[in-house]
């Protein structure tokens, strides 16, 4: 079945560490998307890529970085720079790759970040 | 700024009755709407979209909408609900050219017996 994977689905953080959350969808979708989602926030998008080797940042963006070398995977990572890491991160994919977001977003499972 | 808002943060309601979770979007033009739900420790999934035509969406699980342009409205309803219900429910909205996709807080659906 096609669906986009999210790993792992549970990650610690130390202080001043990096870390790297990994997505990957077989949907052959060109636009991804990672999200953040704390209680009571909603979903605030952190990056998005609509083609490989281009992305852009959303709303929240300082203290993560992503890239985009192939179409099946958008990995994130979380850096010290970011003082408070701790949530619940999705990962997203749409099948349209132009500036349009009337395409439905498809989710994956999630990844729960907290801080040792 | 675009926004989307869900006035109700949490909604109680026994099995079998009808339900509708309340949301309203700010913009003055087109808009493509969106509800997602969101079961714990899961992704979003979608429940159904209102890009143009009729202002009445049917959806997955029995939910529909209606999009409501004079009220900018989109309230999400279902005629009879079931325990599998219960999760959380997000509104979301996009202008559609180079704006990005803006979610609601969230509601939280409860079913009990």
């Known amino acids: 079945d096609g669906g986009i994977t999210q790993s792992p689905k549970y990650l610690f953080r130390k202080e001043g560490q990096n870390v790297t959350l990994s997505c990957e969808q077989n949907?052959?979708?060109?636009?991804m998307y990672w999200y953040r989602q704390d209680p009571g926030q909603g979903l605030r998008l952190i990056y998005y890529?609509?083609?490989?080797?281009?992305?852009q940042k959303g709303d929240i963006a300082e203290g993560y970085s992503v890239s985009r070398e192939k179409k099946e995977s958008f990995p994130l990572t979380v850096t010290s720079a970011q003082k408070n890491p701790t949530a619940f991160y999705l990962c997203?994919?749409?099948?349209?790759?132009?500036?349009?977001?009337?395409?439905?977003?498809?989710f994956g499972d999630g990844t729960r970040l907290s801080i040792l | 700024a675009q926004s989307v808002t869900q006035l109700d943060s949490q909604v109680p309601v026994f099995e079998e009755a009808p339900v509708e979770l309340r949301c309203n979007y700010s913009?003055?033009?087109?808009?493509?709407l969106f509800w997602y739900v969101q079961y714990p420790n899961q992704g979003l999934q979608l429940l159904l979209k209102?890009?143009?035509?009729?202002?009445l969406v049917k959806g997955i699980n029995g939910f529909e909408a209606e999009f409501n342009k004079s009220q900018t409205s989109f309230h999400l309803r279902k005629p009879s609900v079931h325990i599998s219900d219960t999760a959380e429910y997000f509104c979301?909205?996009?202008?559609?050219?180079?704006?990005?996709?803006?979610f609601g807080t969230g509601t939280r659906l409860q079913v009990t017996l």
């Open positions: 979301a909205a996009s202008t559609g050219t180079a704006s990005k996709l803006t």
């Open positions: 949907l052959n979708h060109d636009a």
């Open positions: 890529s609509q083609i490989v080797n281009d992305f």
């Open positions: 209102y890009l143009s035509g009729s202002t």
């Open positions: 997203a994919s749409s099948s349209q790759g132009t500036l349009v977001w009337n395409q439905p977003q498809h």
């Open positions: 913009s003055s033009v087109s808009v493509y």
